[in-house]
């Protein structure tokens, strides 16, 4: 009998946030805003549609689904039917919901809108039904589509005796706008259903018994939160101007309970089981880049290169982002105020920021080219003399001439995107050198394959190297290959960190997730958890195509799965050299220039096969072909051309049929842990 891929388990590390048909710009924009202030430090909590929710297989890192402002007509539209099975059977199975406003009218069993109001009135049935009831509102008067009108700061009385976790408040103001309230809530303590907080104002509508304005609704292993009222709204991302002196009063009331209600929604957002930041995160600012080289000629051809861009002018405006270009000791470095203006035409500077939503894009972004190596002093948390020392030895150590990758570092402290900085933005691409790394500390905005968003906390290795690839290789070496050789350099550049690395299991997922034998488990219980995600985007230009190779892995952060750190404590010992994010990027850049210059030369030939099964997870897993009506398959390796799976169809005995498959990636189509192919190319 084959054998099948170890078992992987899936950490939950998604907050899903819907933002498809009938939501609102802004209550996405608040639920993401004050989600990633109190989850960030855990989960990715990241925007999707309806359509990922229906077609791609979200459930199985989704810790949270969260389901916004707007208008629940619009919810029924995109949802009903398939998408609701997924969404019901998703928290049956130990997920969670969390419904605002609209969100909740959509989990109840029934919704009362506007009765009797021929321009608002919506009544109905609902498919999710999380609570029993009816959910009927408007609670309070004046409610008008897009519009503040109706806005108030309602008060909540809040039962803390169902809310146990942390400091919670006996009562607060949250913002409203169109809520309903969840009738006869109390009549439900049967069907477990407990009152979270209720209204304290006189309604507009017939509660029933009680007032409920939040509940919570236990449903199989999971359980739903629902909340007419909404306090995932900071009052300082609201708009003053907006509406007239009495809207002014609510965002007043509102900012003088913005700690009651920040400490609610962490109650809540504790009793669906998340783990909930004790601090909350402030809006990180971005902080300035610099680029720097192993050559000062280097450093100095991009300066020329850059400012002939730039011209007379004051900024250099790209596709995606707009640059400051500076010389190093041009302006005095701890003032940020002097070198750029808040009032720019260009747009607002760092100074401007302010706590509340931010739109890292207008920013403009710092970016200082040094002809020296920056000091520690100015970065302090990438030691770029120590970088370039291991670089220049692991280079040195090079059987295939490695010499430009991570030569050219471009770093930030805080930036939105490695990835975004690099592929967005076209000029500033043109103008690096094949090779260039972009890294960063921590990013705001990172990028991953499909719906996902890779988590970086403080600890985790950031980067994007530009690879030009000249269009005569393309028939003997692919471009759609260099995802297979960064996931390879990766694991390689793990295993040849330092003496007794070589012991680190830690092996690729297909087509270029890295995955690690969890240190936690027991010897017994061998189980696979995701540390490096990579995202590849390539374009096509002058003959060549430039590809933005962005990896994130978990190097000494324990969050949101498992580190580097934690598996050679627990695989190489106490012999393990420390991980540092300098050593080991150096390792990653060397090794990654090395697979991709034999590439060049000899394609992937066998020996890069024999380096990717080596490697990998699937060497004769069993799986189903979703798409073929559930028939069986065994993996048998990928195509030397276009990286395309290959599975043979089994019998009912699992023996082959003859029948061979050749499978496409698209993105998280595929779900090997489940043992799950979904899409067939022929």
């Not at 791609?56 to 029924?76: R, S």
């Not at 969840?182 to 407990?194: I, M, Q, R, S």
């Not at 020392?389 to 490695?418: C, M, P, W």
Request: aromatic letters at 10%.
């Amino acid at each position: 009998m084959a054998t099948t891929a170890p078992n992987t388990t899936g950490k939950k590390l998604n907050v899903l946030v819907y933002s498809g048909d009938g939501t609102t710009v802004e209550s996405v924009r608040h639920c993401l805003y004050t989600l990633r202030r109190l989850l960030a430090s855990h989960y990715a909590v990241i925007p999707v549609t309806a359509e990922m929710l229906i077609k791609e297989p979200w459930t199985l890192t989704c810790a949270l689904l969260v389901i916004p402002g707007g208008a629940d007509l619009g919810y029924c539209r995109a949802l009903n039917g398939v998408g609701n099975h997924r969404i019901e059977q998703f928290v049956r199975r130990g997920g969670a919901y969390l419904g605002f406003c609209a969100g909740a009218y959509y989990g109840s069993k029934r919704c009362e809108f506007e009765v009797g109001d021929k321009t608002l009135q919506v009544i109905g049935e609902r498919e999710l039904a999380f609570y029993p009831g009816t959910c009927r509102g408007g609670a309070f008067r004046g409610f008008v589509y897009h519009s503040e009108a109706g806005a108030r700061a309602v008060a909540l009385t809040v039962s803390k005796e169902a809310l146990s976790a942390g400091v919670v408040p006996t009562n607060f103001r949250s913002y409203y706008n169109g809520g309903g309230v969840f009738v006869d809530a109390p009549l439900y303590a049967d069907k477990g259903v407990e009152v979270l907080a209720s209204y304290a104002d006189r309604l507009n509508v017939d509660p029933g018994t009680g007032t409920a304005a939040v509940v919570y609704c236990p449903i199989g292993d999971g359980a739903a939160i629902l909340t007419g009222p909404h306090p995932e709204f900071a009052a300082v991302n609201l708009d003053r101007k907006a509406g007239g002196p009495e809207y002014a009063e609510v965002i007043d009331a509102l900012a003088a309970d913005d700690k009651g209600r920040t400490d609610f929604l962490k109650a809540c957002l504790s009793k669906l089981g998340l783990q909930v930041a004790q601090d909350t995160t402030h809006v990180p600012s971005l902080s300035s880049l610099h680029f720097s080289s192993l050559s000062s000629g280097d450093a100095e051809r991009v300066l020329k290169s850059l400012e002939e861009l730039v011209g007379d002018k004051e900024f250099l405006k790209d596709e995606h982002d707009t640059f400051k270009i500076e010389k190093s000791g041009a302006y005095n470095m701890g003032t940020l105020a002097e070198s750029l203006s808040a009032d720019s035409k260009e747009g607002p500077s760092e100074s401007s920021q302010t706590e509340g939503i931010v739109d890292y894009q207008s920013i403009v972004k710092r970016l200082v080219i040094h002809d020296d190596v920056p000091s520690s002093k100015l970065t302090p948390y990438f030691n770029h003399h120590a970088f370039y020392s291991h670089l220049r030895d692991y280079q040195a150590q090079s059987k295939e001439g490695a010499s430009l990758f991570g030569s050219n570092i471009l770093y930030g402290e805080v930036v939105t995107s490695t990835n975004t900085i690099l592929e967005k933005n076209v000029k500033l691409l043109r103008n690096m050198p094949t090779g260039t790394t972009a890294t960063a500390t921590t990013q705001v905005a990172g990028r991953g394959r499909g719906s996902n968003v890779w988590v970086s906390p403080a600890g985790a290795l950031i980067f994007s190297t530009v690879v030009r690839h000249p269009m005569e290789k393309m028939q003997s070496a692919p471009v759609v290959l260099i995802q297979y050789l960064s996931a390879l350099a990766v694991v390689q550049g793990i295993r040849s960190y330092d003496e007794g690395y070589d012991a680190m299991p830690v092996k690729l997922k297909w087509p270029n997730d890295v995955y690690a034998l969890d240190p936690e488990q027991p010897e017994n219980k061998k189980q696979y958890t995701k540390i490096c995600g990579i995202l590849v985007n390539s374009s096509y230009s002058s003959n060549e195509y430039t590809s933005v190779v962005g990896i994130g892995l978990n190097a000494t952060n324990a969050s949101p799965t498992t580190s580097l750190t934690a598996l050679a404590s627990r695989f190489v010992g106490r012999r393990a050299a420390p991980i540092t994010l300098e050593k080991l990027l150096a390792r990653i850049l060397t090794v990654f220039e090395d697979l991709y210059n034999r590439f060049l030369r000899t394609g992937f030939d066998r020996t890069f096969e024999d380096m990717y099964y080596n490697a990998w997870l699937h060497t004769n897993q069993i799986v189903t072909l979703e798409t073929e009506g559930g028939a069986r398959a065994r993996i048998k390796g990928v195509t030397r051309d276009f990286g395309l799976l290959l599975a043979e169809e089994l019998s009912w005995d699992d023996r082959p049929t003859g029948r061979v498959w050749q499978l496409q990636s698209d993105s998280n189509s595929f779900d090997f842990m489940r043992g799950l192919v979904k899409r067939k190319v022929n």
